[in-house]
Every structure is written in C-alpha cells, then in structure tokens.
C-alpha cells in the first residue's frame, strides 16, 4: 500500500467513484472542505461518459456554453469552446483541462475500479475494495458514476462465435477501429446509434442498421465559433448559469409561455418551425409544456417532426421504416447531422427487426428470422443500464449487511436521488429519482448535486456527534410519491425506453429521472434550509 503516488491513505474522510463531471467536482469541493478525500476510476483518465464513449461520432447534445462548470471564473475565462455541440474528443479534452487546473490528478487512482462497499457501523465508516486490492475505509462514500455508464450487451445468441469484431459503443478502442470498406452491423437507433451510422456511412463498404424502435432526428446546426462569438457568449455566461438552474430541464431556455389553448394552429407551426430551425434540443426543452402530457397537443407536435423527417427521405419506403410512431419527447430525441440523409445512400440498409427479430449472431454475421447478413464488425448501440446499473455492478451493503441491489432489484427508490434509508454516509449523484438521472443538461443538475452533497457534508462535520446522515424511510416514502406524482402525470410514464427502466429486462418499471430542474433545485434547497429535513444527523 501507499506505494504510487496516487494510492491514498488507508483511512480517508470520503471517496469518490468516479472522474467525469460529477467525481472531478466533487474531489475540489470535498478537498476544499479541508477533507482528506481521494477518487477510484475505473479507466485510465478522466472524463467519465467522454472518457468511455469515443466511438465515431461522438459529441453533446447540448450547447457547449451550458456544457461546462460554472463555479470558476478562471475555468470559464481560460477555456475557449471550438463549436457549438463540441465532439468527445474536446470535451476529454476540458475535462483534462479541468482537471490539471485544478490539480485534482493526484486525489485519483486510475484503472481502479470500485468493486464493493460495506459500512461498519461500529467505525461508522465505509470498507471499500477496489479490483487491483486496494482496501480504504472512509466516513463518506459518494458515487459520482454517471446516468449512463454501465453498459446495455444483449444476450445475442451465438455472439461469441462470431469471427469478426464485436463491441459496443461506449467501449471503442483508443486507437479507432479501421472501417474502410468493411460490412458493418449496427444494432439500435437512438442517441449513439444515431452518431455512429451517420459518421461511418459513407467510410463503410455497407452498412446494415439493425433498428427496432425508429428514433425522431432533430438536425443539428452546430457552426463553428469564433473568436467573437465566444466573446459574445462568454458576456452572457453569468445570465446562462442562473438560467439553467431554475429551467425544466437544465438547459438555457424554458418552455414557451404562452399556454397551449391560447394559440391558434398557425401561431403553434410558426412557434415549432422557429424552434425547429435553432438545430437544438430547444425543439424538445422549449416547447410548449402541454406537449409533454397531453396526448392531442402531443401528436400535432409529433406529426409536426414526422413532416421534417419524411421530407429529408428519398429512397421508396424508407420514410415508413425510419418515421417513429410514438410521440415525440416521450423518449430521448437525438439531433441528427445527416443521420436521416445516410439512408438515401445506397450501402446503407435498414433491417427492420419489428418485421423479423434478431435470431443470432453467426461465425459470419447476423441472422434474423428471414435473412443472414454477412458482416465484417457488429456494433453495439444497444444503450445502458441507466442511473442503477453502474451503482448496482458494485456490492454495496449498508446497515445490518443490506444490499442496495437487491432492493433496487424489488423496487427502484431513493430519497431525492442523493440518499438511500440504510445507506448511512452514502451520497449518489444521477441516481433514481432525481433530474440528473435522464431529464436535465446533465452537467448542470450534476454540479447542483455535487454542491448539495458537499454542503450537508460540511453540515454534517460541524453539526453531526458521530458525524453520520441517513435519509429517513418517511422522508424517502415522501418523495417517491412526489416524484410518481409528478413523472406519472407525463406521457413519459406510459412510453418503453430506457427513461422508464422498461430497456432493461426484469428491471423494476418508474419513470427514472425527476421531471423539472428548477423544481428539483427549490426542493432541495428546502430540506438544506431546514438543517437536513427528512434526514437523521447522529
Ligand atoms: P438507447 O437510447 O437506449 O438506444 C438503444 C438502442 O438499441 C435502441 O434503438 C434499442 O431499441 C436498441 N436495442 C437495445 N437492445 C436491443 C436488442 N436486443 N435488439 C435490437 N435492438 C436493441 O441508448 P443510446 O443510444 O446509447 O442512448 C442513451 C442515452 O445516452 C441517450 O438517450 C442520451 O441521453 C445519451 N446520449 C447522448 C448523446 C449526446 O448527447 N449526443 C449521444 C449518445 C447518447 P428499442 O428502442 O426498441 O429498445
């Protein structure tokens, strides 16, 4: 032990999982608490989500003056945003940039993976494992893993006969694969799917996409920025950082105004055309409200983008196939660069699996119920065990030995997505029941979680005997049925998508994420004002 320089000290004040977002703010705010604090990651820098996801194609979805911390004015001075949606590569590369400024490198141990936690409550302490032996304890544990890191490999029949290259997308090589010319497979159609097939389109020989579930394509209008517009942008910095915190989600604008049955038709086409022209998810985050929970307001919106995707679609029947069915927002909406545009080539076929299922991977390719296809990689686009997954692939037991798996495995519950009743000491941020978790610029609800949880910490040090918080069980009862309440009143809730849970099989069905930002931010500041509220300080 204690042999690296980044190895930490047997016994810490917290430990924090994770070095995306979420962990590298969390280890500045933390030390900043005069705690001795030190991070695991499993990979071998940081980045989290952008540390992983290098696949081609890769790049937000959110603009990049909303994508990036607000706590800093030297951060915000010093780093100069290339485009308007930035790529993975640039958004490592902040991070990277984050964290040497702040000097947080050698708080971390890389490729480390946190393997199981257990508290003790006779040291009032986490014991943590890690899966190269290290063994700390520490009085705080907080996992800052992200919504959307473990991932989503289907059990295809025969996969691991197949000779060719199999992966899945959040685990691309550093190095890239080759795909010039190859017969390429991509499995699934949202948010990475859409990157990937409209980046390697036109690099493969062909190009067959596997689609279940078509998915509603936003075009994205990402310019370049320039020198005075990042001047421009910079100015309103302190504007757009009030802005995202009380927004419905997370973003620099909020839903229109004016209600639903106000407007004619015509003054709700022109509203949609002008949001539809910004190129952003302000189509999805700046509408208007009523679109998210009532059906007839609902399907005009809807069939409004169905028009705009059917106009971008030249060959016969392709509008058929790629034009979703349900309402749109109800899942995830990507923004597309020429995703729709990819299938008017002519290597690139759709291979509706609605029509005819995935039976199994061969030695050669894929085999549906009526056709195989040869095929030189398969890509997996096939999504993530959101918000649970990446928390529950970690034994963690609190008090009395409980594993938070195995009730997560019954029900999906949490007090405000920061705490769990029985997990003493132990903080989640992008878990179940918070905005973080799906609903949000996810940056923004994570940099709040991460200064509510280093808040009660400081809180907790200064007022707690033993220096131990729970959540209590009527506390947490309390906010789930809020949170129902709310999610359940939304078409959300009555849509399959990994939103709801219902992409994971067995997994318990509720909507995941709290729905509205702002909200979420008053409720939190609530409890905080009234010295933890609903939590037991011992
Ligand atoms: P996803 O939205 O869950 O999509 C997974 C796709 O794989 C779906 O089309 C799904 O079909 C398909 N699939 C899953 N299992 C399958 C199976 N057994 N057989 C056939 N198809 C299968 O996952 P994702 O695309 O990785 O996106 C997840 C989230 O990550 C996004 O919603 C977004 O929040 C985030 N993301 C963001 C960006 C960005 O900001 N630019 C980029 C990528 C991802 P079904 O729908 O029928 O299940």
Redesign the pocket.
């Known amino acids: 032990m204690n042999a690296s320089k980044n190895t930490p000290p047997e016994t810490l004040d917290a430990v924090v999982i994770g070095a995306g977002f979420a962990g590298l703010y969390a280890l500045h705010r933390l030390r900043g608490l005069g705690l001795n604090v030190h991070g695991f990651e499993a990979g071998t820098g940081v980045g989290g989500t952008w540390y992983w996801n290098r696949y081609p194609g ?5 603009a990049s003056e909303v994508y990036q911390f607000w706590f800093s004015d030297e951060l915000l001075r010093d780093w100069n945003w290339s485009e308007r949606f930035p790529a993975q590569e640039e958004t490592e590369r902040y991070l990277n940039f984050v964290a040497d400024r702040l000097k947080l490198r050698p708080l971390i141990s890389f490729s480390n993976k946190v393997t199981a936690a257990r508290w003790n409550e006779a040291a009032k302490a986490w014991d943590i494992t890690t899966d190269k032996g290290e063994s700390v304890r520490s009085r705080y544990l907080l996992s800052c893993l992200g919504p ?1 890191s473990e991932p ?1 490999v ?1 059990p295809f029949k025969g996969h691991e006969k197949f000779k060719g290259t199999f992966l899945h ?1 959040s685990r691309w090589p550093k190095g890239g694969i080759d795909l010039a010319g190859k017969r390429v497979g991509v ?7 859409v ?1 990937v097939i409209q980046t390697i389109a036109s690099q493969v020989g062909e190009l067959y996409v ?4 078509p ?1 509603y394509a936003i075009a994205m209008r990402n310019p370049k920025l320039t020198d005075a517009d990042r001047t421009a942008l910079r100015a309103r910095y302190g504007e757009l950082g009030e802005r995202v915190k009380f927004s419905l989600t997370g973003f620099a604008f909020d839903m229109q105004p004016k209600p639903w049955a106000q407007t004619t038709k015509e003054e709700r086409r022109a509203v949609f055309e002008q949001l539809y022209a910004d190129g952003s998810l302000i189509m999805w985050g700046g509408n208007f409200g009523e679109v998210l929970v009532d059906q007839a307001a609902n399907d005009e919106l809807s069939e409004f983008m169905r028009e705009k995707m059917r106009a971008r679609l030249t060959k016969p029947g392709a509008a058929e196939k790629l034009v979703p069915k349900y309402g749109f927002g109800t899942r ?1 909406p ?2 597309d660069i020429g995703y729709l545009e990819a299938f008017n080539r002519d290597n690139v076929h759709i291979v509706d ?1 609605l029509e005819s299922p ?1 039976e199994c991977c061969t030695e050669t390719g894929i085999k549906t119920g009526n056709a195989e296809y040869p095929l030189d990689i398969i890509i997996l ?4 065990d959101a918000a649970t997954g990446a928390i529950c692939a970690i034994d963690i037991r609190g008090r009395d030995g409980v594993e938070l798996r195995k009730l997560w495995d019954r029900d999906i519950t949490t007090a405000m997505g920061l705490q769990k009743h029985g997990f003493p000491n132990f903080f989640t941020s992008a878990a179940p029941l918070a905005p973080a978790a ?1 609903f949000c610029n996810v940056p923004t609800c994570l940099q709040q979680q991460v200064e509510w949880i280093s808040d009660c910490i400081a809180y907790v040090e200064r007022n707690g005997k033993d220096k131990v918080i729970e959540a209590t069980q009527a506390f947490e009862d309390k906010w789930v049925k809020h949170h129902d309440d709310v999610t359940g009143a939304t078409l959300i809730a009555k849509v399959d ?2 939103w709801t849970g219902a ?1 994971i099989e067995g997994k318990p069905r509720r909507v995941l994420s709290y729905i509205h930002v702002g909200n979420y931010r008053k409720h939190c500041e609530d409890v905080a004002s009234k010295g933890y509220e609903g939590f037991e300080i011992r």
């Open positions: 890769a790049r937000t979805d959110s959307l989503k289907p997308t499995i699934g159609t949202g948010a990475t799917g990157q596997f689609q279940r579930t998915t995830r990507p923004l699996l995935i686009a096939t999504g993530f799906a998508s990994w992409n």
